[in-house]
């Protein structure tokens, strides 16, 4: 495993860095906008790609829900007769080829979606540095093996806990009928336990997030996986952290924002008939591409103008590559 770069060790320690300037957040997203405006055709063009790309997963998952749901209806509709064998031929038909679906898209998203997601952090990076080119979407298979490598410990150490929550509440499930469980795991207790445990997943995501664009960034020295874990943990050290909890925290609010209207809408033209609920459907998908355009637009910026600001000073790029969209923003200001 390659070892970190000698100027990025002299470079992850103490109090000297991004986090000694004070603000963090705020100059991120100013230089994100700057970014966003001056590169927003390939920034849409990385999203587009990046849409594709995961619409086998999210149709796997969409088929998979109705099948389940399908088969939970007649179950409850059976109630306490036990299933015959065509009723549970016919369950099985519909169970099995949902979850071979989802292995399916699992592991397309681990080895085709994962990679282009590094490949576009880094492309939003280089927005941030002015040479942004739509051909930084393959940066992550470039560096595949370190890039697969860095993704799985990161969705180790970050999912774990999403993955937590969901075994939490399979086993409050699975424990309702038993009195002594479902008076322990009451749905106060759950919703506390959830609430830590996707904070935490918040905190290990601020601080592991840099690993994924690190490890395929073409531009600064090549390094393995894990050590381009360890240096995204070092590199958010400090007041750092908190700042990157901020940055994530921004992103999520943006999404939720600009995805709400189609949302809303949704909902509203489901509950319609003929043809108004079509002309319904028709806006609120609408609505939810632009948000969705806007929404993964900003984040590959706004993600992109935080790693260069913490980049730039634990392990600078000499010369540097333009400068163009940091003077417009003030937000690169070491």
């Known amino acids: ?9 002299m470079q992850t320690g103490g109090s ?22 001056a590169r927003m055709g390939v920034l849409t063009a ?5 849409a594709l790309a995961n ?21 409850e509709a059976r109630g306490d007769r036990s ?21 399916g898209a699992t592991l397309l998203g681990f080895f085709l979606v994962l990679p282009l997601t590094a490949g576009a952090t880094v492309l939003g990076a280089r927005t941030v540095r002015g040479n942004a080119r739509f051909a930084d979407m393959t940066c992550g298979f470039r560096r595949y093996v370190p890039t697969l490598g860095a993704a799985l410990v990161t969705l180790l150490i970050g999912g774990g806990a999403a993955m937590a929550v969901g075994l939490i509440n399979s086993m409050a499930l699975i ?7 479902s008076g322990i795991v009451t749905p106060g207790v759950l919703l506390v336990i959830g609430a830590l445990i ?36 070092q590199w958010t050290d400090g007041t750092v952290q908190m700042g990157m909890v901020g940055v994530v925290l921004v992103a999520m609010a943006v999404a939720i924002a600009a995805l709400l209207p189609g949302w809303l809408a949704w909902s509203t033209a489901t509950s319609g008939m003929g043809s108004a609920k079509s002309y319904g459907i028709a806006i609120a998908v609408v609505l939810m591409s632009i948000g969705g355009w806007f929404a993964g637009t900003f984040a ?17 790029i000499a010369p540097p590559v333009h400068e163009s969209i940091t003077q417009q923003s003030g937000g690169m200001v070491g």
């Not at 796997?60 to 007649?74: H, K, L, T, V």
């Not at 997943?201 to 592991?208: D, G, I, K, V």
């Not at 910026?301 to 000073?313: P, T």
């Open 175 to 181: 424990g309702s009928a038993s009195r002594a469980i």
């Open 300 to 316: 590959l910026a706004l993600f992109g103008a935080a790693y260069e600001r913490v980049a730039k000073i634990r392990e600078p």
């Open 198 to 233: 996707m904070s935490i997943t918040l905190w290990l995501t601020a601080r592991l997030w840099f690993a994924i664009v690190r490890v395929a960034d073409p531009e600064r020295p090549r390094i393995g996986g894990m050590a381009s874990v360890t240096l995204s943990w």
């Open 46 to 50: 990385a999203v587009v790609v990046l």
């Open 83 to 103: 299933p015959d064998p065509e009723e549970a031929v016919r369950d099985l038909e519909a169970i099995g080829p949902a979850c071979c679906n989802l292995c």
């Open 1 to 9: 495993m390659s070892q970190l770069p000698a100027a990025n060790r």
């Open 16 to 37: 000297s860095g991004p986090e000694a300037n004070g603000a963090f957040v705020g100059p991120v997203i100013l230089t994100a906008l700057a970014a966003w405006r």
């Open 55 to 75: 619409a086998p997963t999210q149709l796997a998952q969409w088929d998979a829900s109705q099948r389940m749901e399908q088969a939970s209806a007649r179950s």
